[in-house]
């Protein structure tokens, strides 16, 4: 690629260059960001979402820009891995001043690695995983607001919500005094073990996400810690308290995987991971980057855990639990919570979609709204493993059904293209060992998952059950996305009568399906509930077999209306079930 002969001085420009590169992504990163607040005051759902669609593209645009500019002035012809190791070293001693170097490293190798197509890790031109660990931090004084319990928690109360202020006030601020202090006593007492509450600490950045805002932090006393999340949505009277959220079990959905990214404002990216992870001990560091928006780094933080467990490991990748599916191969390491999917090189009947169908579905799941309902794919490339951590069934399949994304390379197995998700327990797997009480509160999660993501304009599509999979916090999750689609794009049509006995006896349909057709009617056949749980589907989602709720649903979709899934139980408002419609500026 490069002349060897290219000076110091072009490899110092270079480094240069690509320092103010990363510098303008997160400037730009931040602007989006910030916009957030102002579309919560404003009530401005639809650029809300608009933001967070621009958000996720940034990096890809910053990386693209900077390669074309480097290609513009400097000469990519012959062997360029000499200089882009100078480039490199020149690199590294200009970031140590940043707080978040690890975020300028992942910047650099995303850039040499398209330059080199680089396969596995190339410590030449690029930084090593354990490179971009990043390093631990803490948070400054600006970072977080600090409040101590001098006695009446209400004070304490009064002043978090001078110090979180909006343009917008609060509806009535005594009344939300009032419910944030009754709902902290709630939670102690559901306990059991009334505790004295002797600080409360808040981050200093709002967490946004579509028409909510979140106060984030922590609660303690002596010998004791806990999580605390203050809901705010902004009502036509005012700012309100919807929930205060306070078990980690909650605080971790809440920042869940299935949960499109927050918007806040962080000076401090690091710090601020560090104190969620303390609040959060069972969530992987590589989530919390994610769903804070920094999706790069949490795909470079999910590499480097992988493959340090893969070194201090000698378990098999083996195919993951499950029916075998039609479009992807999927394995697992029985030892790592996740799963690796790989497209298939051809479908069989009756699958009609290709290799670039199924890659933009992934892509749809991942610019939208996931609803608590969608596993966040994180897409890697050129992957390298030992083949002598593969079950040999399962590398000849990949070789075989796979190969446009599998080949040998030596003794390793390169991966070029792969999904990677939280394991799940497949939800048909599940209800094999569920006792009565299980299945029927598995059939209604199924029912209530379907009914989630058409609430964010998602039609699963393919509906067996073998299709959604039983997080650990007994949540039902869609993760088969080759036949997902827009409810928008659908039409949702009742079954016509037979109009004769030849008619009903015809194997196939007797009248015309166009190719968006849907059939709700239908559904009830992909259930593979036993009769009481069957029962409890119908009896709390028998609407989902009508072809009336769809396009009443479809019809708001197509009207602009937003129609916002909480990650909680709102108890601002007695009425509220989990669902709410939520009004839109134009």
Known sequence: MQNPSQSFDEASAVAHHLVAAFLRYNDDFREVTRRAAQCFERRDWQQNRGNAVQRIELYELAVSRAITTIQAGVDLTGDGRPFWARVKSGYAERIEEYADSAFFKTFFSSITRRLFNTVGVDADVEFLASDVIAAEQLLEDNDVHTYYN????????????????FSVPYRNREQTIRFIAAEIDAFSKAR?????IDVIEFLTPVFYRSTRAFIVGRVGGEDWVSPIVIALRNSDEGIVADAVIQSENDVSMLFGYTRSYFH??????????GFLQRLMPRKPMDEIYTVL??????KTERYRLLFHHLGESSD???????????????????????????????????????RDDVMKKYDLVFMRDRAGRLVDAQEFRRLRFPCNRFDADLLHDLLEECAIACRVDGDDLVVEQAYIERRLVPLNLYLKSADDEQSVAAAIEYGQAIRDLASSNIFAGDLLIK?????????????????????????FR?????????????AGAWFYVGPNDIFPEQFIDFLGFKSHAKQAFLDHHGDLLTPEYWSH??????????IEVLPYTARDRTEHRGLARVPIRH
């Open 150 to 165: 001098r006695g009446a928690l209400r004070l304490l109360l009064d002043q978090v919500l001078t110090d979180f202020s």
């Open 264 to 273: 806040a404002d962080l000076e401090h990216v690091g710090a601020t991971v």
């Open 293 to 298: 928006g920094r999706a790069k780094q949490g």
């Open 553 to 562: 649903l479809k019809q708001r979709h197509a009207a602009g209306e937003i």
């Open 467 to 491: 299709n959604f999979g039983v997080s650990r916090h007994g949540r039902v999750i869609f993760y088969d996305y080759d036949e997902l689609c827009l409810i928008t794009d659908c039409n």
């Open 192 to 196: 059991g073990d009334h505790r004295d």
């Open 494 to 506: 009742r079954m016509p009568e037979p109009q004769d006995d030849v008619d009903e006896m015809r």
């Open 316 to 354: 098999e990748f083996v195919r993951a639990r499950g029916a075998k599916g039609m479009v992807m191969e999927v394995f697992t390491l029985p030892s790592y919570d996740v799963v690796f999917k790989v497209i298939r090189d051809r479908f069989d009947y009756p699958k009609t979609c290709s």
